[in-house]
């Protein structure tokens, strides 16, 4: 009988105690490669989000929370500029583009953005790849929108759809969520037009709806002005006055020299905007590191946990074979007498205990596949990045080696015993 043939006899007479061990050593290597895949996919997909800007200007508390409310939606900006001062901002260097930006309003908890034409026309949301549309055309009057490719999945919205914003965007972004938005003004009195629908580029503005920036100060100054005369039908962009026209954001990018895409006055330009007290500046590049330096420390924690998880493992395999040796005391010393030595018997045990870690890894690796797939889906939905699971098979293969190294310590002990196992108590009589 060769010895594969009695490892294999072996774990399948225990089974249930083999198939437990071998999930539980798959749990654990999914986990640690599913956080190693998603900490490098999620890095990426945030670093797609900024575009070909070189700058975001707000007047958000600080650089970074302009970032993640200019560009990730992740809060209504609280503070406003006025056009004013965008005005001054557009005159005051040589621009490729200057594009406002005005964020407060939503559509069923999806983030509005009100801006210009020149958004879908200059803007580019992935360095070299202009915006593209699945369906229809950028907005070319007020009162026009276009969705986002995750936004049109997610509401249901096509062409031709007609819509009223809401003010505000709800805590609870659940779709259809009545409870969470029935609190917020919807602007009735004006209707919008789905007009296109984006294809995917993988950032968040995938999640978001656009329409002109002119069309948001007539329904806000409407309300302001109904609120005085109830009359009020109507309010055309030529009733508004200075004080209506407020934006949050602007997109900046430098001319750059040919072939290059850092201009050479980057660094002074980026100085002198930084003087003006009355506006944050971001480099949005320059954000998005400084917010994985600080998730860093989060993530070294879930690797951690991830590790002890996989430690865990290793001690089950130790438990569940040395739980057996009892059980195996006359099938080892049936062993013996028939001629296999100590060292024979030592090896059976442990390489009982590397099998079981090898299948379990593997079984890890498929799960984490379907595990990072889950975790991209949820990504998606919620904050609509594209998060693309790649395992690195650099990363595969140091999890595995671990995982083969832990198991092969964890049969130690339970293969001492077996080789210090005693023939003649083994031979004696159950009972």
């Known amino acids: 009988m060769s010895d594969f043939t009695i490892i294999f006899r072996s774990l399948t007479s225990r089974l249930f105690s083999t198939v437990t061990t071998v999930a539980t050593v798959a749990v654990a290597v999914a986990l640690m490669l599913v956080l190693l895949t998603m900490r490098e996919a999620g890095k990426k997909a945030f670093e797609r989000g900024s575009g070909d800007m070189h700058f975001l200007v707000s007047a958000d508390a600080s650089p970074l929370v302009s970032v993640l409310n200019g560009i990730f939606y992740a809060n209504p900006p609280r503070r406003p500029l006025t056009w004013e001062r965008y005005q001054q901002l557009q005159r005051a260097f040589p621009w490729t583009y200057a594009i406002p930006t005005q964020l407060g309003d939503s559509y069923l908890g999806l983030p509005v953005m009100a801006t210009s034409t020149e958004f879908f026309t200059r803007f580019q949301p992935n360095p070299g790849e202009p915006w593209s549309f699945a369906s229809g055309r950028a907005f070319e009057k007020s009162f026009e929108v276009v969705v986002g490719s995750s936004a049109a999945a997610s509401s249901g919205l096509n062409i031709g759809d007609v819509v009223y914003l809401t003010h505000g ?76 026209r407020k934006i949050t954001g602007v997109y900046l990018k430098l001319i750059a020299p040919p072939g290059s895409s850092i201009p050479t006055n980057f660094q002074q330009v980026f100085d002198m905007l930084r003087r003006d007290s009355s506006i944050t500046v971001a480099q949005p590049g320059q954000e998005i590191a400084t917010l994985f330096k600080i998730v860093s420390n989060i993530d070294r924690l879930f690797i951690a946990v991830a590790a002890v998880v996989m430690l865990s493992s290793g001690i089950s395999i130790m438990l569940a074979l040395y739980n057996s040796m009892e059980q195996r005391r006359r099938q080892i010393a049936v062993l013996r007498v028939l001629g296999a030595s100590r060292g024979r018997v030592f090896g059976l045990i442990a390489a009982e205990s590397i099998i079981i870690g090898l299948v379990g890894a593997l079984a890890g690796t498929v799960l984490s596949i379907a595990g990072g797939f889950i975790a991209a889906s949820a990504l998606r939905d919620r904050l609509g990045l594209v998060i693309e699971p790649d395992l690195n098979p650099r990363s595969i293969v140091a999890v595995l080696l671990a995982s083969i190294v832990l198991a092969a310590l964890a049969g130690v002990i339970p293969a001492l015993v077996a080789y210090r196992a005693s023939v003649s108590r083994g031979l004696r009589p159950l009972g």
């Not at 329409?211 to 039908?233: F, G, L, Q």
């Open 169 to 244: 965007i709800a805590q609870s972004r659940q779709l259809g969520d009545a409870s969470a938005n029935e609190a917020l003004h919807v602007h009735r009195d004006f209707a919008y037009t789905i007009v296109g629908i984006l294809a995917p580029t993988g950032g968040s503005h995938d999640r978001a709806l656009f329409t002109d920036v002119a069309s948001t100060w007539i329904i806000h100054a409407h309300d302001v002005r109904k609120k005085a005369d109830p009359a009020i039908t109507t309010t055309t962009e030529a009733d508004l006055t200075d004080s209506d």
